[in-house]
């Protein structure tokens, strides 16, 4: 959570504008997702009931799988490229893999390549089997119109191709 007094906490309108800005840079969720997060300004807020209006008021579907996650967003905050989720409680979504996100999450936002990146990743492991490993960056990458997802742990590098 934020504890700059200078932070400004964004209005439905202003996520609204932010979300269709996202938008524009590709249709994936995911793609819409990570552009978010880089588009907020220096010193922004956002609370979670904000962002769920949002999300609402711009027809964005959240999948199934990550509806649990984006319910128990509290708050998300940038100073920066740093940006700061507070969830209600852990939150856990299974999807090609197991993956836990802590009460509090953080990452760098950055735009590699034209293409937007979650750096420094704090709060985010994934787990397969009995294997589990702190994820530390998300990078996607766009090549000939299709979009992929690199995934950085402590172990290795997945890469996941956008639909």
């Keep these: 959570m934020m504890s700059d007094a200078a932070a400004v906490s964004l209005t439905v309108g202003q996520v609204v504008d932010l979300i269709n800005q996202a938008k524009a840079g590709g249709a994936n ?5 990570m552009q ?3 588009n907020l300004a220096d010193d922004m807020n956002v609370t979670g009931s904000t962002l769920n209006l949002a999300l609402s008021n711009s027809g964005i ?17 940038k100073t920066g490229s740093h940006v700061s989720v507070t969830l209600n409680q852990p939150v856990q979504v299974q999807q090609k893999i197991k993956v836990d996100f802590d009460q509090n999450l953080s990452f760098d936002v950055s735009n590699e390549g034209g293409a937007p990146s979650l750096n420094n990743v704090e709060g985010v492991s994934g787990h397969k089997g009995i294997f589990g490993a702190a994820v530390k960056t998300i990078q996607l990458t766009q090549k000939q119109g299709q979009w992929s997802v690199a995934v950085k742990t402590s172990l290795k590098t997945f890469t996941f191709d956008l639909a």
């Excluded at 579907?61 to 905050?77: G, K, N």
């Design 61 to 77: 579907a959240i999948d199934p799988v990550f509806t649990p996650l984006v319910s128990a967003i509290q708050t998300i905050s």
């Design 36 to 38: 978010i997060f880089n």
């Design 29 to 33: 969720p995911v793609v819409v997702g």
